[in-house]
């Protein structure tokens, strides 16, 4: 049954980021054409962005060393998105030369997770960044950045939200056209996602250049989402299935499943484009290859 909620926008775009953020975790490396057929499938359901894969180097995600490999794997379609992330210019090279013309860079909001992430400074991956930045726009390329550790981190403990403010407006600023914000260990609560949002917005940065990505670590990934639709966002990160964690930060458990996102969406009145049955579908296709069962609680529910 569709009952909608004042205050809420009438379509959602998610960004799906089950092929990169949700497989980057496995440790079993998941075979390119199994890759390649997942990305289709999910354009199949109806998903029109799909995070492909990530241009890091190999010993750091092992995981996504078949980049090139799988980007010839996968037939493109028109109507389809293909961001990737790039961490250097290095990976911007890859990019280009892949004929990628979206791409996402991933900062973030504390020392400690920059160090074990990037290997920097918060200052030294801004610097990193900008000659990235400068060069893919100047290739006429798209550029999301993300901020990682926006509502807490597991080694520093809550992240203030002007901390957060500084990097994401800084990040901005070196030409991004959307900011994607990370809550990576699932701490935040709703009253923190509303309040970061508004931060945001009266240092310029409008919930219109904003996205969500929330891991469901505490089961607040879906009142977050709502909260942050509430607030004016209308872009929200998801993984098929909920895979997905983060190979620097332990405690993050998987991101909000797309099926829940898309349950709760449908129910809204809220229109993604997305079929749920075909999704959740191929959801259990892929937890059939990973050898479990999804953790998602849709895809359960759909399978019974």
């Not at 997905?244 to 996102?261: I, K, M, Q, R």
Request: one cysteine or more.
């Amino acid at each position: 049954m569709r009952v909608p909620l004042d205050g809420l926008p009438e379509r959602v775009t998610i960004y799906e980021v089950g092929p990169r953020d949700g497989l980057q975790n496995e440790k079993a490396i998941v075979p390119v054409a199994d890759k390649a057929e997942f990305v289709a499938r999910l354009a199949g359901a109806g998903l029109r962005t799909i995070e492909t894969t990530s241009f890091v180097h190999p010993r750091w995600v092992p995981q996504l060393a078949d980049a090139e490999e799988l980007l010839g794997a996968v037939t493109r379609d028109p109507a389809v998105r293909y961001p990737v992330l790039v961490p250097n210019e290095r990976g911007l090279d890859r990019a280009l030369a892949n004929g990628i013309t979206e791409i996402a860079i991933f900062g973030s909001a504390t020392e400690t997770f920059a160090r074990r992430n990037l290997n920097r400074t918060v200052e030294g991956s801004l610097a990193m960044f900008a000659p990235v930045v400068d060069r893919a726009r100047a290739e006429g390329l798209w550029v999301r950045g993300y901020v990682s550790m926006v509502c807490g981190d597991p080694w520093e403990g809550d992240v203030p939200i002007e901390q957060v403010v500084s990097v994401a407006t800084r990040m901005m600023d070196l030409g991004c056209s959307e900011l994607s914000l990370g809550d990576t260990i699932g701490v935040g609560t709703p009253g923190q996602v509303t309040a970061l949002i508004e931060a945001l917005a009266a240092a310029g940065v409008g919930a219109d250049r904003l996205a969500v990505h929330f891991h469901d670590t505490y089961g607040q990934a879906l009142a977050n989402t709502l909260a942050a639709l509430r607030a004016g966002v209308t872009v929200v990160d998801a993984s098929a299935g909920g895979l997905g964690g983060c190979p620097y930060a332990e405690s993050a458990t998987g991101n909000l499943p797309t099926e829940d996102l898309v349950w709760m969406l449908d129910g809204l009145g809220v229109e993604t484009g997305v079929d749920l049955r075909r999704l959740a579908e191929t959801s259990r296709w892929m937890a059939a290859r990973l050898g479990r069962p999804s953790p998602s609680r849709v895809v359960q529910a759909l399978a019974e």
